[in-house]
């Protein structure tokens, strides 16, 4: 895979005095984080998903996927070029996001070795919180219309379709959910402790950064297929209380044995305004943003802010920043020319109207200012949208875009 080779990762026979002087030097007051560990879905994945088998993976090894990535070469990477995480671990001092964990798997000195030297990545494009959640692509793609009624999430769904959408809430190893990524993780550590010992491996983790990004996967599933349940209004309502709930349970778990685990600072991002992708504003003849989407994202960063608080009163040593990715579309969107954005409907690469009836595969078109797009594909930001987000996260006025602090007080926190 492009950009992890073994001419990336340094001293792949490396021995157990080698790393422990590594973790002594990361850990005695370097610039940077010792290491970035990074859970989540697309946003993230820097190529998890290429070593996953099966057809119906989605994955971003194809032209034009990284066209603008060094060499113009597709890196499992779901955009044209860098993706949000490569942007935070170049603001913390890394040279970008750490390799993904099932390139690094089939060794375990390779997998130490990336542990502590930067960090792991269990990203994947598709998971959600839920075991059972699939990606945003493999339902958008089915042409679903969209019609949403204020908080009742009312859609109509083409009749067609109820019974591919039963089989897609059924994830069938189509992608890494939070659950497993939790359990790659857990290996990771009983491998660096068995290579560094406890209080070494230990140390390390409570100074690294622990990045989060899930949650819209999940909302797709649920809006798309909500209809075919015939609720009431009130049903529905209950409905989504219920999945708030499932989902803030998730979540809470993960976080919850990651700081048993020994992880301390949590850099979690919060859920964007899900209606605006290109794909969902198909619904609307004029390419408006799906409202019920975004007021269902809008339910679930309410309930995920007041987990994260409740968790840093209770949990030992928590450190976190929580930041709007919601807020911060909302502003760009209100205002594209203010980041030089001519496009923030429809897809660079793809095809078809707002250019999100089609997938970005090589017979796409592609647009030529890339630039000037906030989204790449249909559903994914552009890599200059991934840069304006990582730099707004990074480095914030308190309040505006991250809370209690940015993402760089959280990584130069000292516990």
């Known amino acids: 895979m492009v950009g992890y080779t073994s001419a990336t990762v340094l001293c792949l026979l490396v021995v157990s005095s080698s790393v422990q002087v590594m973790v002594a030097a990361a850990a005695a007051g370097a610039a940077r984080p010792p290491a970035m560990f990074v859970f989540g879905d697309s946003t993230l994945d820097v190529g998890n998903n290429n070593f996953l088998p099966g057809p119906d993976v989605p994955r971003a090894n194809k032209p034009y996927y990284g066209i603008d990535f060094p060499g113009s070469v597709p890196t499992g990477r779901f955009s044209n070029g860098y993706n949000i995480a490569d942007y935070l671990a170049k603001h913390m001092g890394f040279a970008l996001s750490p390799a993904p964990y099932l390139s690094l798997a089939p060794s375990t000195s390779r997998l130490v070795q990336a542990a502590v030297g930067a960090g792991v990545s269990y990203a994947s494009g598709g998971a959600g919180v839920l075991d059972s959640t699939v990606s945003i692509s493999s339902i958008l793609t089915l042409k679903i219309k969209f019609e949403f009624e204020s908080l009742s999430c009312i859609q109509i769904v083409e009749q067609h ?19 497993k990524q ?6 990771t550590k009983s491998q660096m402790v068995a290579k560094l010992g406890s209080r070494a491996a230990n140390l390390l983790l409570a100074k690294s950064v622990f990045l989060f990004s899930v949650g819209s996967n999940d909302l797709f599933v649920f809006a798309t297929a909500e209809p075919k349940r015939n609720k009431s209004a009130a049903g529905q309502q209950r409905d989504v209380a219920a999945l708030y709930a499932s989902l803030v349970s998730g979540y809470s778990a993960a976080v919850e044995e990651l700081h048993a685990l020994g992880a301390r600072k949590f850099a979690v991002i919060n859920v964007g305004l899900l209606g605006c992708v290109p794909a969902a504003r198909l619904h609307s003849a004029t390419g408006e943003c799906a409202d019920g989407l975004n007021q269902l994202a809008s339910g679930l960063n309410d309930a995920l802010a007041s987990l994260v608080a409740g968790l840093a009163s209770r949990l030992p040593g928590f450190a976190y920043s929580l ?35 089609a997938d970005c595969l090589p017979n796409a078109t592609v647009c030529s200012d890339r630039d000037q797009h906030a989204f790449w594909d249909a ?31 959280l990584a130069q926190t000292s516990l």
Request: with cysteine; hydrophobic share 30%.
């Open 379 to 409: 559903v994914h930001p552009s890599q200059r949208g991934a840069m304006l987000t990582a730099q707004n996260f990074y480095n914030s006025r308190p309040g505006r875009y991250t809370a209690p602090i940015d993402f760089k007080h």
């Open 182 to 187: 939790l359990q790659y993780f857990k290996f």
């Open 161 to 179: 379709l109820n019974n591919y959408i039963c089989e897609l809430t059924q994830n069938a190893g189509n992608n890494i959910p939070l659950s």
């Open 323 to 357: 930041a709007d990715y919601y807020g911060l579309s909302e502003a760009t969107f209100d205002d594209p020319g203010a980041v030089g954005y001519t496009d923030i409907t429809g897809a660079c690469c793809g095809g078809g109207r707002l250019g999100a009836e």
